[in-house]
């Protein structure tokens, strides 16, 4: 497999050397991190072999797909509906990058003021270290933020982009916009694949992606319990992995895991002490291997049992009405359910603050952690408005800035006891 | 007058110890950087004028219109089409602010990641600093940037604010968004002002603001002459006046200036040597009283010649059609001029590549600076594209980053020193 995977690697262009470098830097990462949790679910080995094997396995389909003539679409954000690239028969990947290793790659060219997931995402790219990108056929962007919709422009000048406007308020002429980008993506993933966009496969796909929806919202709600079955870290990558992996076996995956963490509940089995302060984590999403606040977090005595980002709640929240009808009706009701995504991209956005109350209460957390990747101005701002509710609500608050490096590791892990211990009080 | 100020200044309630502080530190900054120059076109008088009295005249003019139950509307960015606000009998003004002086204010509530003139501008605001925005009825916000995006939520806990939508793409749905928030601006208008916005009223103001325009392509037109018969500073110091100037003054002063500076151009009456180089900034916006770029550069040699910005040609370049018709044909040509502004917002924005090219060759450069306000995540990507552009051009480009304050004076005459050097040789 190895050899398989190097050749493989090889024509896809990959920097070997670079890619070696890489790889091998994630194992102690990953043994450090998650492997040196105590009581996991049984359930977390498939997730512990997707990352042993991140650019083995899943590569191997998605090329053996593309050379059967199918297409892969790659995309940065939870606002690309995937429904659409499923029933064209191509196959959409998530291709956000949490390491810093990528960093320095990117700033060759990127604004270094620019957050990591950006840098580190493009780094990939410029870097020629991820096989996902460069077995994709188009990437597609969108306009949640500044830096990343003029990053696509530089992007595209290696390989084929198209972007999607995602407006910035939700008035009746900005949801008919997004609509008219969800039918013109339409298009183009049908003029991409050659393939129709019918009724039938779009609600087909409809139905799969809802029904990973549902497994990630029962995932979610196991959590809710205390003490809480599963740690906080095991979750995130649970999500991070629905990102890339088949949606079937994601489902099934999932699924088992879940009935696992049923069992765990009746037997009040948790990964953490019943007084082990409860985190709801708010703010920018987290790409594999991002788990830097989880990890400081959970190895400080907490236990982090939501995450109201990108790479938690917002991915999964909303379903998309199944009710069947023509193309356009199905286009329309996809388009509805993605502004529901309640993104700091939007003014107001006034929703996730409602959101961040809700989930803290639901989730019975003792403080929220509000986490913003640097130079993200959107999260940044909105923190204000997080501190303004949170401090009304009497929910205790910690706001963290950082970014991929190490650096800061030391000051956060003091900010953090910190603030646990003022909870604990 | 002072005394006559200070009452109103109060009445404001302008924070009055602190706003003398900022005054009186304008002035020595005026002096030098303006006084000090040699052989000043006699218009300029005026404008001198104009800022020593920087937050009096103009000050009781608008409460004057306010008191006599007209209203202000308070804006921050040349896409805010002000023809709807003059044609409602109400005063727009332009409130961007250009001081180190308020961003210490503003960091204690926005992130300190975010450009100087978002901090600067709400520092004003929340500083109290600023007769402005204390005397205006609605402050008119829009979506070109996640800053301001972003910032202006938290302005709106402070005075009334409506944001403008301004899409990121120019598809076809786009500009009907756009064309559709200029109409829901019309209605907004009408409502603060009680004044309907008529079809001759709209007309009026069209030609009235179009003329100013054509006054300062006039103006821009005499700095293509060599030898250049204006400083760079002058010529930006007009365009700064003239967004909160009235516009029938403007006019008139605008126009007695360019017929001096075509005295001036018979003459061959420059303000700089026929061998200095010229430079055209591309960029971000300058607002009073950042000439810190133009002093370096005009104290280094060098002449500036041109503004590719919002403080220069995307403010005026396009004119309205004065066709007339219907209100809303007149809202829709309105709304397609504003679209022709090519912000760094857009993507992609390729037509400011043009523009840069162009504008060069126009005003025969010496090379191109791009400025860049630190943290502005569209034109620091966009300088990407610039430096491409310009290098197959041959043209030679000076990129800098900065913010308002002077910390990087000295490296800034540096690397501008060793810029002109290369040019010049």
Redesign the interface.
Known sequence: MTTDNRQMWSDLGIDLNRHDILLNALVPIYKDVYLSQKNRPQGMCFFDFVVGDIHGIRVHELRKHAMNGGKVVATYCVFVPEEIVWAADAIPVGLCAGTQFSVPIAEE???R??CALIKSSFGFKLGRLCPYVQTSHLIVGE?T???K??????LGQYQPVY?M?????K?R??R??WT??VV?FKDVIEKLTGNKVTSAKLSQATGLVNERRRALQRLYDLRKVRPVPISGKDALLVTQVSFYDDVTRCIKQVTALCDELDSRVAARNGVAPDNAPRILISGSPMAIPNWKLHHILETSGAVVVCEESCTGTRFFTDLVPENGGTVEEQLRAIAERYMQIHC??F???DERLDDIVRLAREYQVDGVVHYNL??C??Y??????VEEVLAKEGIPLLRI?TDYSDEDAGQLRTRIDAFLEMIRK
Not at 149 to 154: A, P, V
Not at 165 to 169: I, L, R, S, T
């Open positions: 060219i990127l604004p003021n620019t306009t933020c500044d830096g919709k003029k990053m696509f422009e530089i972007v406007e995602v407006p910035n308020k008035t002429l900005s008919e916009l008219g980008e013109a700091a991209c003014t107001p956005n640097q130079f101005h959107t940044a701002n909105e923190a204000v408005k800035e």
